[in-house]
């Protein structure tokens, strides 16, 4: 068995890495790649092949690619390139006798709402129709999303947001790492679609709260409109895609999207997943 994992040069996939040796997987079976591959040189030192690929050239991917049965497809962070170079993983793949593909995708990919749902929903149907064993990973949001947020408290003992009482099932990027490591490690997941979200869905007073604990000093959620915030984040000076990003997300929480509890995430893990404190704790740390 040999694995191979994309983005290992950020910050899940260098997670997923990390937990498949902590499974017990071979460091020589682990092969990571990504662009950046200055960055990985303690796996390397720790036995782990570490080979430079970009998913916009497709010989280099093959290249990290041969050998390996499972290819841990971490999606890109190219936005509106992503599904061509995804494209390109995949082909790469079945030249280099790969067998079987686990994906990163959004939580419900299928009638998501979410602004970055198309490119997720156009992967996996190349993945399906590529012949290979697949599994996928609907990744909901991350907990470390609101890093942001906790700045923004830590300077001004607000969290500014226009989601109403809107609710978030998020969940720490380890958390989401550790199943991948589960899937890739254990056997009976071809074909398998997991929903993995936290096990909580928290509102933003709650966000508030975890915020001011986290930080010691006290920090309450200020609901504004859509268009407050617009006005709160043009004065801040944001550009206007940042901006459109921001509010579409608000919409997006408000409406519940991000709500839905599935247990997925937990029964992967084998233990609940890391309650909102305390990712966000380790993720400011
Ligand atoms: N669920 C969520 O809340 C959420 C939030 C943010 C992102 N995501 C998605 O989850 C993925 C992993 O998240 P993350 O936090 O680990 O993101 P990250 O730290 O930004 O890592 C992105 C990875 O993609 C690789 N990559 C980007 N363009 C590439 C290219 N052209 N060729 C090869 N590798 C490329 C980067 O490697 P190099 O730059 O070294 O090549 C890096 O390893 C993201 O890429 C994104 O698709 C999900």
């Known amino acids: ?19 498949l040796i902590a499974d017990g997987v071979a460091p ?17 030192e720790r036995g782990v092949r570490v080979v430079e690929s970009d998913y916009s050239r497709p010989e280099t991917l093959v290249e990290a690619f041969a050998g390996a049965t499972t290819l841990m497809l971490v999606s890109g962070s190219e936005v509106g390139q992503r599904t061509p170079q995804h494209r390109n993983a995949i082909e790469a793949a079945k030249t280099a006798g790969v067998q ?18 198309p490119e997720h929903v156009e992967t996996e149907a190349l993945l399906r129709d590529s012949g290979l064993a697949i599994t996928l990973l609907r990744n909901g949001w991350y907990t470390e999303n609101y890093l942001g947020d906790l700045a923004q408290a830590a300077r001004s003992g607000a969290i500014v947001a226009a989601v109403g009482d809107g609710r978030v099932a998020s969940a720490a990027r380890d958390d ?8 890739l490690s254990t056997e009976g997941h071809e074909g398998a679609v997991y ?32 268009d407050e915030h617009r006005a709160a984040l043009e004065a801040a000076g944001l550009d206007a895609g940042t901006i459109g990003f921001v509010l579409t997300m608000d919409e997006t929480t408000a409406n519940g999207a991000l709500a839905e509890v599935t247990g997925d995430l937990p029964a992967l ?17």
């Open 1 to 19: 068995m040999s694995i191979v994992v994309t983005g290992a040069t950020g910050q899940l996939g260098r997670l997923i890495v990390q937990h």
């Open 28 to 44: 020589g079976e682990i092969v990571a790649t990504g662009r950046r591959v200055e960055r990985l040189a303690d796996l390397s």
């Open 100 to 117: 079987r593909i686990v994906y990163t995708s959004v939580l419900h990919a299928d009638r998501s709402t979410l602004p970055v749902a």
């Open 176 to 183: 989401y790492a550790a199943a991948a490591a589960k899937v």
């Open 195 to 226: 929903e993995l979200t936290g096990d909580t869905a928290w509102t933003f007073d709650e966000l508030a709260a975890a915020a001011t604990e986290v930080l010691g000093r006290p920090v309450e959620y200020r609901s504004v409109t859509i």
């Open 269 to 285: 893990i084998g233990r609940p997943t890391t309650p909102l404190v305390d990712a966000l704790r380790a993720a400011q740390a």
